[in-house]
């Protein structure tokens, strides 16, 4: 083999060595947590095509970089590399046994400020005084690394060869249990559950407070339920509540099913099961339809008439069109918030929160038909953080994850009162309001 082969073929190994360790993260939640991805096959043919197309420009613009050793080309190969080590990195810190306490040591300015630039000055002084040797270090490096890159490809394969979780479905609405002569069909009932809504922050004094005038003019004419308490301390635990029917003590993934614990009793959470919220609506004479983040809502609610499925982290759930960004903002996504990985973590994030809305809010807008009675249940991801909404709609800060002050967080609800607003407004623009019970609620 000639000189030139062998650096052809090196160039070539280590520019597909920086794309594979880029979706490493991505990998690892493939392949030991699954369950909040809902990873279809064809998000494997996505994430082929964009691996390919980031080893391609890597292997060309190495190719010339790892034949010269000197100030400029160190640069340009350690700025190349520089992404995907760090996506290494915030996939490895993830997976660690002491990860919750290693990212509570990162929330101290002198860790998450000091150990990166540490290592930043570290890495400036060594190329400023030896390049060559930086460049070096830099190439071995990536060599030893490389086999990660088999690992990455194995994962996603696999990934692309189980059964996909389905994302959505409508089918003709099946038949409901006999409702008896006497009793008049229910009204529609459009049921919003807004993610981390708290209604500590909506009333004053039990009134909803008018920084809310969408909620406080709904409320004059609803009736209040102020004594009611969501079934379980986290999303996790209520919203499954919710749609079985009951309490559980626990709620946790088991492959593509949610498993729950109550007592001594064990088994699958089904909303279809006696007292669940499907069999609840057929009983009535409704067809249940579902849509909602985070659960894989059309296996949850597998015996709903229609339902959308939405990932708190796939950004390929938001969109039917085939893309190689799906794929890289996930990862981007699945970084984790501290700095300095949040820095790009948060714009992909915030579009992803905007996507989110959307789609949930574009399952919403097919009209309630008078003559098929529905139970609509659409769980929307705000004002669940990121907090990317205000008043004003979409207007993501520097820092979206940011918990304290809430400021942040009392603009997405203003906006979630907002968006509620438009939802009512739509409905009574095609006169679906009046033969519809809408239900505004949170989860916990």
Known sequence: MTAAA???????????????????????????????????????????????????????????????????????????????????????????????????????????????????????????????????????????????????????????????????????????????????????????????????????????????????????????????????????????????????????????????????ERGIVDPGADGGLIEAARHAGLSPEIAGYYFSYCQLGNAADACRSLSFYNTATTRRTFSVWHPILTTLILWPRQFPTGVLKNRAFAAHQRGLVDATTEWLATPIDAARPVLRFAHFSIPHLPFVFTEDGYRPPFDPLRQTPDDAYVRQLRFADRHFGDIVARLQRDGSYDRTTVVFFADH
Do not use: K
Request: proline residues 8%.
């Open 6 to 264: 062998s650096a052809q073929r090196t160039a070539a190994w280590l520019g597909f060595t920086l794309a594979a360790l880029f979706f490493y993260p991505l990998a690892s939640a493939l392949d030991g947590d699954p369950y909040y991805l809902q990873w279809r096959p064809e998000h494997s043919v996505e994430a082929a095509a964009a691996l390919i197309g980031l080893s391609l420009p890597g292997a060309l613009l190495l190719r010339p970089l790892l034949a010269r050793c000197g100030h400029g080309a160190t640069l340009l190969f350690g700025l190349l590399a520089a992404i995907p080590l760090l996506s290494l990195g915030a996939g490895i810190s993830r997976q660690l046994p002491a990860g919750d306490l290693l990212r509570a040591w990162w929330e101290l300015p002198v860790v998450r400020y000091g150990v990166p630039g540490t290592t930043a000055a570290g890495a400036l002084l060594a190329f400023a005084l030896a390049p060559a040797l930086v460049h070096r270090m830099l190439r071995q490096l990536l060599l030893v690394l490389s086999p990660i890159a088999i690992v990455v490809v194995v994962a996603l394969g696999r990934a692309g060869f189980r059964d996909g979780v389905p994302l959505s479905s409508a089918r003709p609405p099946t038949a409901a249990a006999a409702v008896p002569a006497a009793t008049a069909p229910c009204p529609s009932v459009l049921a919003l559950l807004f993610d981390e809504f708290s209604f500590a922050y909506l009333h004053s004094g039990g009134d909803v407070r008018p920084e809310y005038p969408h909620l406080q003019a709904f409320a004059a004419h609803a009736t209040n339920y102020r004594a009611v308490r969501s079934p379980g301390a986290d999303t996790m635990v209520a919203v499954p509540g919710y749609l079985a029917g009951r309490i559980f003590d626990a709620v946790a993934p088991a492959g593509d099913a949610l498993v729950f614990q109550a007592g001594t």
